[in-house]
């Protein structure tokens, strides 16, 4: 199956500082890269979609400014979580797939980041 | 009220038994229901994928979608340890069909 990959897996930083974490394709080429937030014992939730190419899509109360997106490549996906703060501390995940194709939306090994 | 609930669990069955997983939604114009199972420290990977009402069955899993109750199962027949996870229902409304909406998930423990 399709794999996606996630760097780093886990992330402790400072108050204040950022963050990049790298979403990767490593066998397919998405045209299409979600980024999701788990808290603990809550559901996934969508932050922002990518198209490569293009600027991202953020849902409603996620602040671009604070989380950036970039996507350069049909493989590549990054998210910035610019300027941290401890309550931005939890699970990044992002899925890969194809605009449109529900069932072909593959998640990578998710990103745990702590801000102390 | 959220758009999609689910019992949390934990769920410990022993090994061999049937288990059973739901979850109910509020937005009636959800019509693709999905089931992924995610292992600690993973990311989800899909199960079982349904349109619309009915069932599905592959191998040991069932899905069954009721819209009139929005309800939507699955189930686990011969559990095994390996089963082990936590199981994630997700729906889309279709018209946007990037956007999958997920439960919070129930915790699964199949003991030997």
């Known amino acids: 199956g399709a794999v996606v990959s996630q760097h780093p897996s886990w992330v402790i930083c400072k108050s204040g500082t950022s963050v990049k974490i790298e979403c990767r394709s490593l066998d397919f080429q998405a045209t299409t890269m979600f980024w999701y937030r788990q808290f603990p014992k809550q559901s996934l939730m969508l932050m922002a979609t990518s198209n490569e190419g293009s600027k991202a899509t953020y849902e409603q109360g996620v602040e671009k400014d604070k989380f950036l997106i970039n996507h350069a490549s049909l493989t590549l996906s990054t998210l910035t979580v610019t300027s941290a703060h401890p309550e931005d501390s939890s699970f990044y995940i992002c899925?890969?797939?194809?605009?449109?194709?529900?069932?072909?939306?593959?998640f990578g090994p998710g990103t745990r980041l702590t801000v102390l | 009220q959220k758009e999609v609930e689910q019992d949390p669990g934990p769920l410990s069955v022993p090994e061999g038994a049937i288990v059973s997983l739901n979850c109910t939604y509020s937005n009636s114009a959800f019509q693709y229901f999905m089931w992924y199972r995610q292992y600690s420290r993973k990311g989800p990977e899909l199960l079982m994928y349904?349109?619309?009402?009915g069932n599905k069955e592959d191998g040991r899993f069932t899905a069954q979608v009721d819209k009139s109750s929005k309800y939507i199962s699955l189930f686990i027949r011969d559990s095994q340890p390996s089963d082990s996870a936590t199981y994630l229902c997700?729906?889309?409304?279709?018209?946007?069909?990037?956007?999958?909406?997920f439960g919070t998930g129930t915790r699964l423990q199949v003991f030997p």
């Open positions: 349904t349109y619309s009402s």
């Open positions: 997700a729906m889309s409304d279709g018209y946007n069909t990037d956007k999958l909406i």
């Open positions: 899925s890969a797939g194809d605009r449109g194709r529900i069932d072909t939306q593959y």
